[in-house]
């Protein structure tokens, strides 16, 4: 196995550091529910902490240089490599494709977290439990780029996170499980979620060549020098 590329490193330096921070916000869900209750007249430090790199994560896609994945930061112009004479409807399809397998993660995503909402107003889940899920999609969000994608593998079916049509909207979904609650601490989270997503959106809609690999030569295997996908089973059909 050739050895890991800095990207490769720097994003399991970073899963290590979010293991470390949902294993503290379960260790306090366990001892000190209370601290977790962001409802509370006074924030507790492991709520400001989660909110602090929860927030830093979010805001760092919006930074061309921030030295993350090609995946992330293909919306970009400097990460665009045209292919000579692409055809522009079957990029089109593609899109299609693609934003058909986007309402699905919206859906299944959106579902998933109202329930949350709905058994947290009827009290049957509190703002610690909120808060702990919170933390738990802040690592899953890593486990999916690093190990295993349910997404990528049911939903999306694209070929490798770098291909990935859905990438940025980690922001806003490891935040979704606060979205109903009112309060500064969770919409000032969600909020930063949806400006990720939407800046994507528009980049998406404006520039659909920067997104697929047959009309960016960036996101072809055989010019990726990340190899994100080491650790992850291969796909067999390489779709965009």
């Known amino acids: 196995m050739s050895p890991l590329s800095k990207v490769t490193q720097r994003y399991l330096l970073d899963f290590s550091f979010r293991l470390a921070v949902f294993l503290l916000t379960g260790w306090v869900y366990l001892s000190r529910p209370g601290w977790l209750d962001f409802t509370a ?12 790199v929860v927030l830093a994560s979010m805001l760092s896609q919006l930074n061309a240089n921030s030295g993350l ?15 000579p004479d692409y055809d522009p409807q079957e990029l ?27 058994l947290y107003h009827r009290g049957l889940l509190g703002a610690p439990t909120l808060v702990l899920l919170c933390a738990l999609a802040y690592l899953c969000d890593l486990v999916c780029v690093l190990f295993f994608c349910p997404f990528q593998c049911f939903l999306m079916r694209n ?27 969770s919409w000032s989270l969600f909020g930063a979620g949806l400006l990720v997503l939407f800046v994507w959106e528009v980049r998406f809609r404006r520039y659909p060549e920067r997104f697929w690999y047959g009309s960016n030569r960036n996101l072809q295997c055989a010019s990726c020098k990340e190899q994100l996908c080491r650790y992850k089973l291969p796909r067999r059909k390489p779709n965009g």
């Open 41 to 52: 007249p006074d924030l507790s430090w492991p709520l400001v902490l989660l909110w602090g």
């Open 69 to 83: 994945t090609t995946g992330c930061l293909k919306q970009y112009p400097g990460r665009f490599d045209p292919v």
């Open 92 to 118: 089109a399809r593609t899109v299609r494709w693609q934003n058909r397998g986007a309402v699905k993660v919206a859906a299944v995503w959106l579902a998933v977290n109202l329930c949350f909402g709905l």
């Open 159 to 185: 070929r490798c996170c770098v291909n990935c049509r859905i990438f940025a909207w980690g922001s806003w979904m490891m935040a979704a499980p606060l979205m109903c609650v009112p309060h500064w601490y």
